[in-house]
């Protein structure tokens, strides 16, 4: 059993900042990928950005210059800094982890609403 808890979403005005967490749990030996995901409403889900255990990062256009993912290997844990946002960043943000050594290949965060508002 993985569990993936995530914190941190909630209101914010346009131009303000969030920062994500989400940490997993459970049986495994490693945590490849790391990665946020958002889907707002009446879209299809959509990649935010990504993070490899030897830290390399990708970005969607869309958050790129923005937004910043990190992770703590020790801790199990991914970050998703949220810079500069804007209404269109409102969505439900969820965490995914690539798993190594589980009867589970991947795991999903139960995801945190973010949303972006004056």
């Known amino acids: 059993q993985v569990q993936l808890v995530e914190s941190g979403g909630g209101l914010v005005q346009p131009g303000g900042s969030l920062r994500l967490s989400c940490s997993a749990s459970?049986?495994?030996?490693?945590?490849?990928?790391m990665a946020w995901y958002r889907q707002a409403p009446g879209n299809q889900r959509e990649l935010a950005a990504t993070?490899?255990?030897?830290?390399?990062?990708h970005y969607a256009d869309s958050t790129k210059g923005r937004f910043t993912i990190s992770r703590d290997n020790a801790k199990n844990t991914v970050y998703l800094q949220m810079d500069s946002l804007k209404p269109e960043d409102t969505a439900v943000y969820y965490c995914?982890?690539?798993?190594?050594?589980?009867?589970?290949?991947?795991?999903w965060g139960q995801g945190t609403q973010v949303t972006v508002s004056s």
């Open positions: 995914y982890m690539g798993l190594f050594g589980s009867r589970l290949s991947e795991a």
């Open positions: 993070i490899t255990r030897g830290g390399s990062t």
């Open positions: 459970g049986s495994f030996s490693a945590i490849t990928t």
